[in-house]
């Protein structure tokens, strides 16, 4: 992909070379595919007969100051749409769960990366709603006692969703290997 210019917009790159589409992929994915023009919608398409477009669940990493690693939270939204954040945030010794709707995650400041980790429907959305505010934020009597970080607290909300077969099982063992917090590092 050296000879193309990859653009961003909303969670897809798309690969062009001297202005004509070549190649897409959703941001988070490893593959590219062939990029074929949009059709142009006929009037005799009812607007009913659209589906709706898919909730998908991911993984976003943060960029922070070094030394501290990569912010993780989890995002709910359509396809190049705003959507909620899930997160847990703070000093470590104590974090608190924050979730803020209608937020364009892909296009802040800090944007590291998004992982796609699983196609929602309105009950797996009611599931990871769950989990998230279930899962009990990190906190430790002082930093000394430290043993978690926001990157732990989303591996768990992930591992329950897990359990429930909403995220399928690979993401554990890939996800554990992208953890790159001090705090985490120090304790394997």
């Given amino acids: 992909m050296d000879q193309y210019t990859i653009t961003r917009a909303g969670l897809r790159e798309y690969a062009s070379l001297r202005g004509k589409y070549y190649y897409w992929r959703r941001i988070g994915t490893h593959e590219w595919q062939s990029y074929t023009d949009p059709q142009p919608s006929t009037q005799d398409t009812p607007e009913a007969a659209v589906p709706p477009e898919p909730l998908y669940l991911s993984l ?77 934020p990190p906190r430790a009597a002082s930093q ?34 992208m953890i790159d917090s001090p705090i985490l590092l120090g304790r394997r």
């Fill in 144 to 177: 000394a006692e430290v043993t978690e970080t926001c990157q732990s607290w989303t591996l768990r909300v992930i591992c329950r969703l897990i359990d429930e077969e909403i995220v399928q099982g690979e993401w554990h063992e890939r996800l554990r290997q």
């Fill in 60 to 136: 976003v990493r943060q960029r922070q100051p070094e030394p501290q690693g990569h912010h993780w939270l989890l995002f709910i939204s359509r396809e190049g749409h705003a959507g909620t954040v899930y997160q847990v945030k703070g000093d470590h010794t104590f974090m608190v769960y924050k979730h803020k709707e209608n937020i364009d995650i892909v296009n802040s400041a800090s944007f590291q990366d998004i992982f796609h980790l699983a196609q929602l429907d309105q009950s797996r959305t009611q599931r990871v709603q769950h989990w998230v505010n279930q899962e009990p």
